[in-house]
């Protein structure tokens, strides 16, 4: 009975001791996660539930192993981690601080992806490659962007700082700073000359094809009357 005991009081040590460590080498991801979910109702909640956490650890640490050339064991860490999670990051891509996947199921993040600080994405999106070329071939996504859910960005292409990335639009171009995309193939429109917040409704995007149409109309409509 003792030794029961003895292993279950290892065990639980074992688990605090890797929830204490996540929490030192996390607490700004953690933070950023209930910044930015309404939904997170306390950092342990984030610590244990969220598969986006728990994957971007994973990432950390297939990506080392990546870095010091044992990529086996780093695709290794990166295919558990999709089973586990529904999200696959290749163990090259970079990934910078604060960074945090909403959901997440289906996001896909290519070998040489580039992410900035204060990254959000939503789930279904892909940042993935075009071609067989070698090289640098993923997008690189620029600080304090949104992407939106289902929003695929192909091709190495650079998303500026401060831009959001509309609901199942497909980038293929390079994308300025503080600007909205949306649309198949991504159209650039702004948001009123603002900057883009990372709270942005999704549900007021200007769509630029939509703006002249209806300019269209109003001209018709004005004519008509005339």
């Not at 190495?156 to 831009?163: A, C, K, L, M, P």
């Not at 639009?169 to 000359?193: H, L, M, W, Y």
Request: hydrophobic share 45%; aromatic share 8%; proline share 3%.
């Amino acid at each position: 009975m003792s030794c029961i005991l003895s292993a279950l009081y290892f065990i639980v040590g074992l688990v605090l001791l890797k929830l204490v460590l996540i929490w030192v080498f996390f607490k700004e991801d953690i933070r950023a996660a209930k910044k930015r979910d309404p939904a997170a109702r306390n950092p342990l909640e984030i610590l244990l539930l969220y598969q986006g956490l728990h994957a971007l650890i994973a990432h950390r640490i297939a990506h080392f192993f990546y870095k010091a050339h044992m990529f086996f064991l780093a695709r290794l860490i990166s295919q558990f981690s999709r089973w586990m999670t529904g999200i696959e990051i290749h163990p090259g891509a970079t990934i910078g601080n604060r960074f945090f996947i909403d959901h997440g199921m289906g996001v896909v993040i290519g070998e040489t992806a580039i992410v900035g600080d204060d990254v959000l994405l939503y789930q279904g999106v892909t940042l993935g490659g075009t071609g067989l070329e070698k090289g640098k071939r993923h997008p690189t996504i620029g600080n304090n962007v949104v992407v939106g859910t289902g929003a695929k960005i192909l091709g190495n292409i650079t998303v500026g700082d401060n831009s959001y990335i509309g609901a199942n639009a497909v980038v293929i171009r390079d994308v300025p700073a503080n600007s909205t995309v949306v649309g198949v193939p991504g159209r650039i429109t702004k948001q009123d000359g603002k900057k883009i917040d990372i709270s942005l409704d999704h549900i007021h995007i200007l769509d630029p094809i939509m703006q002249s149409i209806e300019e269209l109309e109003k001209r018709i409509e004005k004519l008509e009357k005339g």
